[in-house]
């Protein structure tokens, strides 16, 4: 992966409690942390593995939810009505 691509990158610890994210900014990179003073952010079980989250996922994770959620309300397509 490039780290100069306009992405940001998250890294967790072994205790889970504080994330780490870097981002690059066409001066240099931003590094970002977040400790939690109580609790344990939902990081995903497959250490190896890397995701691609979208925004709502990144919130939820930063609010220490899940990054998948079992229900969520669907998404309902606009119907013409005549």
Known sequence: ???FENSLFLF???KTSSIKGILWEEDGFLLLAKRLDEGKFQWPKNNDEVLLLSEQQLR???EGLGIEQKCSIRKRRA???M
């Open 60 to 62: 939820w994770l930063l």
């Open 79 to 81: 119907t013409k009505i």
């Open 1 to 3: 992966l490039d780290p």
């Open 12 to 14: 967790c610890g072994r």
